[in-house]
C-alpha cells in the first residue's frame, strides 16, 4: 500500500506567518510522529499521536508550535509566527500500534520549510 | 536525557573494503534502529535490534547491540557505491517511543 505522505514537500514563507503542515500516515498506522531536521543533523522528535490524542508532546520547541489529529489519521502541524530558526525539514513517520517493542516508524518524504 | 552518539561522522571508503560504524546511547533501551538515507529523502528502515546480542545481516550489512555496553555497531562488508549514503542510528527511551537520534554517518564509496 501507500507509504506516509506529506504536502507541502516545499514551503516557503516569511518571518511571522503561519504555516500548516500536512501529513497523511499508513492506513491503519494507530501511531504518528512528528520530526524536525535541520541541515547535516539527525531529526529531533517533537510529538507523538495515538489514535486522536498526542501521548508525548515534549518536544514542541515552543508554543508557537501545534499539532492535531482530529480524526485520528491525517494530523497537521501547525507554526505560527515564523521565525528563521524554524527553516528546516519536518519528518513525518507512523508505526503500526505505537506500542510493542518491535514496532518500526516509517517515514514520510518530508516538508521542506523555508522561513525567509 | 538520553543522548546518542555516533562515529565517525564522515566516512569515505573505497570500494570492497570493510568498516565499522559505532553508536553509543546514554541510557537504558530497550531497542535500537537502523535507517539509511539518501541525499534530499526521507528515511528507509534498515533493522531493529531488540536484545543484548543480537545480529542482523542484510546484503553487505550487518549491525550488533551490546546493551550492557549501551553500543551498537554497524558494518559494512566489501562496500560498493551504491552504500554512499547517511546512515543514522536511533534509540527511542526505556518504554518509550519518541526516538533520539545520533548526528549521523555520512558514507562516501570511491570506485
Known amino acids: 500500500g501507500a507509504g506516509v505522505s506529506q504536502t507541502p514537500s516545499n514551503k516557503v514563507t516569511e518571518k511571522g506567518k503561519y504555516v500548516e503542515l500536512r501529513c497523511d500516515p499508513i492506513s491503519g498506522h494507530t501511531a504518528l510522529y512528528w520530526y524536525r531536521q535541520s541541515l547535516g543533523q539527525g531529526p529531533e522528535f517533537l510529538i507523538y499521536f495515538q489514535g486522536t490524542g498526542a501521548a508525548d508532546d515534549s518536544g514542541l520547541p515552543n508554543d508557537r508550535f501545534f499539532a492535531v489529529r482530529p480524526e485520528g489519521s491525517v494530523s497537521t502541524l501547525k507554526i505560527q509566527r515564523t521565525e528563521r530558526g524554524d527553516s528546516a525539514v519536518y519528518l513525518c513517520?507512523?508505526?503500526?500500534?505505537?506500542?510493542?517493542?518491535?514496532?518500526?516508524?516509517?517515514f514520510g518524504p518530508g516538508t521542506r520549510l523555508l522561513v525567509l | 536525557e538520553l543522548k546518542v552518539e555516533q562515529n565517525p561522522l564522515f566516512l569515505s571508503m573505497q570500494e570492497g573494503k570493510n568498516y565499522t560504524i559505532y553508536c553509543n546511547y546514554s541510557t537504558t533501551s530497550d531497542r535500537l534502529y537502523w535507517y539509511r538515507q539518501d541525499p534530499g529523502k526521507s528515511l528507509e528502515s534498515l533493522f531493529v535490534l531488540l536484545s543484548n546480542g543480537a545480529v542482523k545481516q542484510e546484503g553487505r550489512l550487518m549491525a550488533s547491540l551490546d546493551t550492557k555496553a549501551r553500543l551498537s555497531t554497524l558494518h559494512i562488508t566489501a562496500a560498493v557505491h551504491d552504500l554512499s549514503a547517511t546512515y543514522f542510528c536511533a534509540v527511542p527511551p526505556y518504554n518509550n517511543n519518541d526516538m533520539r537520534f545520533g548526528a549521523g554517518t555520512r558514507l562516501t564509496v570511491k570506485p
Open positions: 513517520a507512523s508505526s503500526l500500534y505505537g506500542t510493542g517493542v518491535e514496532e518500526t516508524q516509517y
